[in-house]
């Protein structure tokens, strides 16, 4: 592997590690506030609610660095990532430019067409057509 693969793949395995503490601590808050008897006193002290999300972090960074299949699959992503040619600015703003001229045509486009249908089925509501 590259060494800017490495980098680039550490710190990736380093955000999974912590979205996966984060999510533990909510998750950990959220079962604190609910549990109640011994489980909920045992949940509720300090070392379990936030020593349990940093442990299942440390866990999540050295399960994804030890296993070679998730290695090998990173170091792919990230090669076939820097292969991407991206777009120039210039090309970018003009493509931006290109949906907002869309989006907005197709907003006058639809309100006319609601307000059009609007005034038919009223109009046929008051007639008394039906």
């Given at each position: 592997m590259e060494n800017t693969n490495n980098k680039t793949i550490s710190i990736c395995f380093m955000i999974a590690g912590i979205l996966v503490g984060i999510i533990a601590s909510v998750l950990m808050e959220t079962l604190a506030a609910v549990a109640t008897g011994g489980f909920g006193r045992f949940v509720a002290q300090d070392a379990v609610r936030l020593g349990f999300p940093i442990a299942l972090g440390v866990a999540t960074i050295v399960i994804l660095y030890t296993n070679k299949t998730v290695m090998a699959w990173a170091d792919e992503v990230v090669t076939e990532i820097s292969?991407?040619?991206?777009?120039?600015?210039?090309?970018?703003?003009?493509?931006?430019?290109?949906?907002?001229?869309?989006?907005?045509?197709?907003?006058?486009?639809?309100?006319?067409?609601?307000?059009?249908?609007?005034?038919?089925?009223?109009?046929?509501?008051?007639r008394n057509v039906f």
């Open positions: 292969r991407v040619v991206w777009p120039t600015r210039k090309e970018t703003v003009a493509m931006t430019m290109v949906v907002c001229v869309m989006v907005l045509a197709f907003g006058v486009y639809f309100g006319l067409l609601d307000v059009t249908s609007g005034a038919i089925i009223d109009w046929l509501l008051h």
